[in-house]
Protein backbone atom coordinates (compact mmCIF):
# COMPACT_ATOMS: atom_id res chain seq x y z
CA UNK A 1 0.00 0.00 0.00
CA UNK A 2 1.52 3.18 -1.12
CA UNK A 3 0.90 5.45 1.60
CA UNK A 4 1.77 2.80 4.15
CA UNK A 5 5.22 2.16 2.34
CA UNK A 6 6.19 5.93 2.60
CA UNK A 7 5.64 5.96 5.99
CA UNK A 8 7.20 2.60 7.00
CA UNK A 9 10.06 4.00 4.61
CA UNK A 10 10.46 7.19 6.37
CA UNK A 11 10.58 5.32 10.08
CA UNK A 12 13.59 3.50 8.48
CA UNK A 13 15.37 6.52 7.75
CA UNK A 14 14.41 8.15 10.48
CA UNK A 15 16.09 5.78 12.97
CA UNK A 16 19.40 6.06 10.85
CA UNK A 17 19.10 9.40 11.29
CA UNK A 18 18.65 9.88 15.05
CA UNK A 19 21.44 7.26 15.46
CA UNK A 20 23.61 9.70 13.70
CA UNK A 21 22.52 12.75 14.80
CA UNK A 22 25.45 14.89 16.59
CA UNK A 23 23.37 18.01 17.77
CA UNK A 24 20.63 17.82 20.37
CA UNK A 25 17.10 18.83 19.37
CA UNK A 26 16.22 22.73 21.42
CA UNK A 27 12.73 22.84 22.98
CA UNK A 28 10.71 25.15 21.91
CA UNK A 29 9.15 27.42 25.18
CA UNK A 30 6.40 29.66 25.47
CA UNK A 31 7.77 32.36 27.77
CA UNK A 32 4.22 33.46 28.81
CA UNK A 33 3.31 30.13 30.24
CA UNK A 34 6.77 29.43 31.81
CA UNK A 35 8.53 30.89 35.21
CA UNK A 36 11.61 31.21 36.22
CA UNK A 37 12.90 29.74 32.93
CA UNK A 38 16.30 29.54 31.95
CA UNK A 39 17.69 30.19 28.78
CA UNK A 40 16.97 27.75 25.50
CA UNK A 41 20.33 26.74 25.37
CA UNK A 42 20.42 25.39 28.93
CA UNK A 43 17.74 22.69 28.33
CA UNK A 44 17.64 20.47 24.84
CA UNK A 45 16.38 17.15 24.46
CA UNK A 46 18.14 14.81 22.90
CA UNK A 47 17.21 12.68 20.06
CA UNK A 48 16.60 9.05 22.16
CA UNK A 49 19.31 6.60 21.25
CA UNK A 50 16.90 4.19 19.35
CA UNK A 51 14.11 7.02 18.35
CA UNK A 52 11.46 4.18 18.85
CA UNK A 53 9.46 6.40 20.67
CA UNK A 54 8.54 8.27 17.27
CA UNK A 55 8.24 5.47 14.66
CA UNK A 56 6.96 2.78 16.96
CA UNK A 57 3.99 5.03 17.47
CA UNK A 58 3.40 6.08 13.35
CA UNK A 59 3.69 2.10 12.69
CA UNK A 60 1.05 1.20 15.49
CA UNK A 61 -1.09 4.33 13.94
CA UNK A 62 -1.06 2.60 10.33
CA UNK A 63 -1.36 -0.55 11.78
CA UNK A 64 -5.00 0.31 13.54
CA UNK A 65 -6.07 2.57 10.55
CA UNK A 66 -5.88 -0.27 8.45
CA UNK A 67 -7.89 -2.46 9.94
CA UNK A 68 -10.97 0.06 9.22
CA UNK A 69 -12.21 -1.35 5.88
CA UNK A 70 -13.44 2.12 4.84
CA UNK A 71 -10.36 3.69 5.55
CA UNK A 72 -8.33 1.12 3.82
CA UNK A 73 -10.19 1.52 0.43
CA UNK A 74 -9.41 5.22 0.69
CA UNK A 75 -5.56 4.74 1.50
CA UNK A 76 -5.90 2.22 -1.96
CA UNK A 77 -6.91 5.10 -3.87
CA UNK A 78 -5.16 8.01 -2.67
CA UNK A 79 -2.25 10.13 -4.49
CA UNK A 80 0.70 11.29 -2.82
CA UNK A 81 -0.21 14.67 -3.43
CA UNK A 82 -3.36 13.72 -1.60
CA UNK A 83 -2.10 11.95 1.58
CA UNK A 84 0.29 15.29 2.02
CA UNK A 85 -2.26 17.84 1.18
CA UNK A 86 -3.80 16.57 4.28
CA UNK A 87 -7.15 15.73 2.47
CA UNK A 88 -7.17 12.21 3.80
CA UNK A 89 -6.51 13.31 7.12
CA UNK A 90 -10.83 13.76 7.09
CA UNK A 91 -11.66 10.43 6.36
CA UNK A 92 -10.37 9.98 9.86
CA UNK A 93 -13.96 10.60 11.15
CA UNK A 94 -15.69 7.70 9.16
CA UNK A 95 -13.82 5.35 10.78
CA UNK A 96 -15.38 2.78 13.36
CA UNK A 97 -15.87 3.84 17.10
CA UNK A 98 -13.38 0.98 17.99
CA UNK A 99 -10.76 1.57 15.55
CA UNK A 100 -11.03 6.01 17.06
CA UNK A 101 -11.13 3.99 20.30
CA UNK A 102 -7.48 2.55 19.78
CA UNK A 103 -6.16 5.62 18.40
CA UNK A 104 -6.99 7.27 21.77
CA UNK A 105 -5.06 4.61 23.50
CA UNK A 106 -1.74 4.73 21.36
CA UNK A 107 -1.83 9.19 21.31
CA UNK A 108 -2.01 8.80 25.20
CA UNK A 109 0.77 6.22 25.53
CA UNK A 110 2.46 8.22 23.16
CA UNK A 111 1.98 11.77 24.96
CA UNK A 112 3.42 9.49 28.16
CA UNK A 113 6.00 8.60 26.78
CA UNK A 114 7.28 11.87 25.35
CA UNK A 115 6.47 13.53 29.08
CA UNK A 116 8.29 10.97 30.60
CA UNK A 117 11.76 11.90 28.55
CA UNK A 118 10.92 15.86 28.93
CA UNK A 119 11.18 14.68 33.01
CA UNK A 120 14.28 12.55 32.86
CA UNK A 121 15.65 15.96 30.70
CA UNK A 122 14.49 18.42 32.97
CA UNK A 123 15.39 15.85 35.92
CA UNK A 124 19.17 15.69 34.47
CA UNK A 125 19.12 19.31 34.16
CA UNK A 126 17.84 19.95 37.90
CA UNK A 127 15.11 22.12 36.31
CA UNK A 128 11.14 22.14 37.79
CA UNK A 129 10.13 25.27 36.52
CA UNK A 130 9.19 24.50 33.34
CA UNK A 131 5.88 23.47 32.06
CA UNK A 132 6.14 20.27 30.42
CA UNK A 133 2.63 20.85 28.33
CA UNK A 134 4.74 23.82 26.39
CA UNK A 135 7.87 21.31 26.02
CA UNK A 136 5.53 19.23 24.45
CA UNK A 137 5.60 21.72 21.28
CA UNK A 138 9.08 20.49 20.01
CA UNK A 139 7.25 17.65 18.67
CA UNK A 140 5.22 17.88 15.84
CA UNK A 141 3.66 14.64 14.82
CA UNK A 142 0.71 14.94 17.53
CA UNK A 143 -1.42 17.73 19.06
CA UNK A 144 -0.59 18.16 21.99
CA UNK A 145 -3.21 20.60 23.17
CA UNK A 146 -5.65 17.61 23.20
CA UNK A 147 -3.67 14.85 24.94
CA UNK A 148 -6.61 12.32 24.98
CA UNK A 149 -8.18 12.24 21.80
CA UNK A 150 -6.69 11.43 18.50
CA UNK A 151 -8.23 13.33 15.59
CA UNK A 152 -7.87 14.31 12.17
CA UNK A 153 -5.41 16.69 13.42
CA UNK A 154 -3.21 14.64 14.79
CA UNK A 155 -3.25 12.52 11.42
CA UNK A 156 -2.40 15.38 9.44
CA UNK A 157 0.93 16.41 11.74
CA UNK A 158 1.89 12.77 11.24
CA UNK A 159 1.71 12.73 7.89
CA UNK A 160 2.99 15.79 7.23
CA UNK A 161 6.22 15.33 9.59
CA UNK A 162 7.04 12.00 8.11
CA UNK A 163 6.82 13.22 4.86
CA UNK A 164 8.61 16.17 5.35
CA UNK A 165 11.57 14.81 7.50
CA UNK A 166 11.93 11.83 4.20
CA UNK A 167 12.00 14.80 1.64
CA UNK A 168 14.93 16.60 4.00
CA UNK A 169 16.94 13.63 4.48
CA UNK A 170 18.95 12.69 1.27
CA UNK A 171 19.35 16.80 1.16
CA UNK A 172 21.17 16.21 4.77
CA UNK A 173 22.75 13.64 3.68
CA UNK A 174 24.50 15.37 1.14
CA UNK A 175 25.41 18.32 3.09
CA UNK A 176 27.03 15.77 5.78
CA UNK A 177 29.07 13.82 3.24
CA UNK A 178 30.19 17.38 1.94
CA UNK A 179 31.29 18.00 5.76
CA UNK A 180 33.25 14.63 5.89
CA UNK A 181 34.99 15.43 2.52
CA UNK A 182 36.33 18.68 3.55
CA UNK A 183 37.63 17.44 6.81
CA UNK A 184 39.10 14.32 5.41
CA UNK A 185 41.33 17.28 2.95
CA UNK A 186 41.77 19.25 5.63
CA UNK A 187 42.84 16.33 7.89
CA UNK A 188 45.53 15.51 4.79
CA UNK A 189 47.09 18.60 4.88
CA UNK A 190 47.69 19.46 8.33
CA UNK A 191 49.15 16.55 8.71
CA UNK A 192 51.86 16.60 5.90
CA UNK A 193 52.32 20.24 7.67
CA UNK A 194 54.05 18.15 10.48
CA UNK A 195 55.88 16.49 8.15
CA UNK A 196 59.81 17.13 7.14
CA UNK A 197 60.47 17.84 3.18
CA UNK A 198 61.13 14.36 2.51
CA UNK A 199 58.23 12.76 4.37
CA UNK A 200 55.89 15.01 2.73
CA UNK A 201 56.69 14.38 -0.89
CA UNK A 202 56.63 10.27 0.14
CA UNK A 203 53.18 10.96 1.40
CA UNK A 204 51.93 12.73 -1.12
CA UNK A 205 53.35 10.22 -3.79
CA UNK A 206 51.38 8.04 -1.74
CA UNK A 207 48.29 10.01 -2.38
CA UNK A 208 48.48 10.20 -5.83
CA UNK A 209 49.35 6.37 -6.45
CA UNK A 210 46.39 5.08 -3.97
CA UNK A 211 43.79 7.86 -6.60
CA UNK A 212 45.16 6.03 -9.36
CA UNK A 213 44.89 2.82 -8.03
CA UNK A 214 40.45 3.63 -7.31
CA UNK A 215 40.54 4.96 -10.65
CA UNK A 216 41.38 1.37 -11.79
CA UNK A 217 38.87 -0.72 -12.29
CA UNK A 218 36.01 -2.25 -14.17
CA UNK A 219 33.39 0.03 -16.06
CA UNK A 220 30.67 1.27 -14.65
CA UNK A 221 27.72 0.44 -15.83
CA UNK A 222 24.86 3.08 -16.32
CA UNK A 223 22.73 3.13 -13.47
CA UNK A 224 19.06 1.41 -14.23
CA UNK A 225 20.25 0.99 -18.33
CA UNK A 226 19.54 -2.48 -19.47
CA UNK A 227 22.99 -3.33 -18.92
CA UNK A 228 23.31 -2.65 -15.56
CA UNK A 229 19.96 -4.34 -15.07
CA UNK A 230 21.39 -7.47 -17.08
CA UNK A 231 24.11 -7.55 -14.45
CA UNK A 232 22.17 -8.05 -11.75
CA UNK A 233 20.10 -10.00 -13.42
CA UNK A 234 22.61 -12.62 -14.29
CA UNK A 235 25.04 -12.35 -11.26
CA UNK A 236 22.63 -11.59 -8.44
CA UNK A 237 19.38 -13.41 -9.97
CA UNK A 238 21.66 -16.38 -11.62
CA UNK A 239 19.52 -15.82 -14.75
CA UNK A 240 20.86 -16.43 -18.70
CA UNK A 241 21.01 -12.84 -19.25
CA UNK A 242 19.40 -13.82 -23.01
CA UNK A 243 16.09 -14.55 -21.01
CA UNK A 244 15.94 -10.82 -19.52
CA UNK A 245 12.53 -9.63 -18.96
CA UNK A 246 11.85 -6.19 -16.94
CA UNK A 247 8.51 -7.10 -15.59
CA UNK A 248 9.79 -10.49 -13.97
CA UNK A 249 12.94 -8.64 -13.00
CA UNK A 250 10.70 -5.70 -11.17
CA UNK A 251 8.58 -8.49 -9.18
CA UNK A 252 11.78 -10.28 -8.26
CA UNK A 253 12.84 -7.58 -6.58
CA UNK A 254 10.01 -5.93 -5.61
CA UNK A 255 11.33 -7.73 -1.87
CA UNK A 256 8.07 -6.89 -0.08
CA UNK A 257 5.75 -8.12 -2.85
CA UNK A 258 4.13 -4.33 -2.20
CA UNK A 259 3.80 -3.56 -6.35
CA UNK A 260 6.23 -0.92 -5.76
CA UNK A 261 10.16 -0.76 -5.66
CA UNK A 262 11.05 1.65 -2.80
CA UNK A 263 14.82 3.38 -2.65
CA UNK A 264 15.91 0.91 0.10
CA UNK A 265 15.23 -1.91 -2.72
CA UNK A 266 16.59 0.50 -5.78
CA UNK A 267 19.78 0.91 -3.30
CA UNK A 268 19.98 -2.66 -3.27
CA UNK A 269 20.28 -3.23 -7.44
CA UNK A 270 23.62 -1.44 -7.09
CA UNK A 271 25.82 -3.11 -5.15
CA UNK A 272 27.67 -4.97 -7.76
CA UNK A 273 28.21 -1.65 -9.42
CA UNK A 274 29.82 -0.47 -6.13
CA UNK A 275 31.68 -3.32 -5.76
CA UNK A 276 33.81 -2.93 -8.98
CA UNK A 277 34.78 0.73 -7.31
CA UNK A 278 35.08 0.28 -3.80
CA UNK A 279 36.56 -2.91 -1.54
CA UNK A 280 36.56 -2.23 2.03
CA UNK A 281 39.87 -3.99 2.03
CA UNK A 282 41.46 -1.47 0.02
CA UNK A 283 43.16 1.42 1.78
CA UNK A 284 41.89 3.62 -0.85
CA UNK A 285 38.38 2.81 -1.20
CA UNK A 286 36.51 5.04 1.26
CA UNK A 287 33.02 3.62 2.25
CA UNK A 288 31.18 6.61 3.39
CA UNK A 289 32.33 7.86 -0.15
CA UNK A 290 30.78 4.28 -1.73
CA UNK A 291 27.44 5.07 0.21
CA UNK A 292 27.36 8.55 -1.16
CA UNK A 293 28.03 6.94 -4.37
CA UNK A 294 24.78 4.54 -3.81
CA UNK A 295 22.20 7.23 -2.82
CA UNK A 296 23.70 9.35 -6.10
CA UNK A 297 22.62 6.42 -8.27
CA UNK A 298 18.84 6.01 -6.77
CA UNK A 299 18.51 9.99 -6.84
CA UNK A 300 19.39 9.97 -10.55
CA UNK A 301 17.10 6.60 -10.96
CA UNK A 302 14.39 7.93 -9.26
CA UNK A 303 14.55 11.41 -11.40
CA UNK A 304 14.72 9.31 -14.74
CA UNK A 305 12.03 6.82 -13.87
CA UNK A 306 9.63 8.25 -10.99
CA UNK A 307 7.66 10.04 -12.71
CA UNK A 308 4.95 11.19 -10.52
CA UNK A 309 7.63 12.42 -8.11
CA UNK A 310 6.48 9.80 -4.99
CA UNK A 311 9.80 8.32 -4.15
CA UNK A 312 8.18 5.06 -5.55
CA UNK A 313 8.30 3.48 -8.49
CA UNK A 314 5.57 1.24 -10.10
CA UNK A 315 5.56 -1.41 -12.29
CA UNK A 316 4.27 1.12 -14.76
CA UNK A 317 6.71 3.77 -14.71
CA UNK A 318 9.08 0.78 -14.43
CA UNK A 319 8.22 -0.54 -18.20
CA UNK A 320 7.90 3.06 -19.42
CA UNK A 321 11.69 3.84 -18.22
CA UNK A 322 12.99 0.71 -20.08
CA UNK A 323 11.36 1.62 -23.50
CA UNK A 324 13.36 4.90 -23.10
CA UNK A 325 16.47 5.71 -25.77
CA UNK A 326 18.88 6.52 -22.13
CA UNK A 327 17.63 2.90 -21.23
CA UNK A 328 19.10 1.03 -23.87
CA UNK A 329 22.08 3.95 -25.08
CA UNK A 330 23.20 5.45 -21.75
CA UNK A 331 25.65 8.00 -21.32
CA UNK A 332 28.73 6.71 -19.43
CA UNK A 333 28.83 6.66 -16.08
CA UNK A 334 31.65 8.32 -14.11
CA UNK A 335 32.47 7.68 -10.04
CA UNK A 336 33.94 10.44 -8.35
CA UNK A 337 37.22 9.99 -7.46
CA UNK A 338 39.05 10.75 -4.26
Given at each position: ???????????????????????????????????????????????????????????????????????????????????????????????????????????????????????????????????HQA??????????????????????????????????????????????????????????????????????????????????????NHP???????????????????????????????????????????????????????????????????EEE?????????????????????????????????????????????
Amino acid sequence: MRWRTILLQYCFLLITCLLTALEAVPIDIDKTKVQNIHPVESAKIEPPDTGLYYDEYLKQVIDVLETDKHFREKLQKADIEEIKSGRLSKELDLVSHHVRTKLDELKRQEVGRLRMLIKAKLDSLQDIGMDHQALLKQFDHLNHLNPDKFESTDLDMLIKAATSDLEHYDKTRHEEFKKYEMMKEHERREYLKTLNEEKRKEEESKFEEMKKKHENHPKVNHPGSKDQLKEVWEETDGLDPNDFDPKTFFKLHDVNSDGFLDEQELEALFTKELEKVYDPKNEEDDMVEMEEERLRMREHVMNEVDTNKDRLVTLEEFLKATEKKEFLEPDSWESPSI
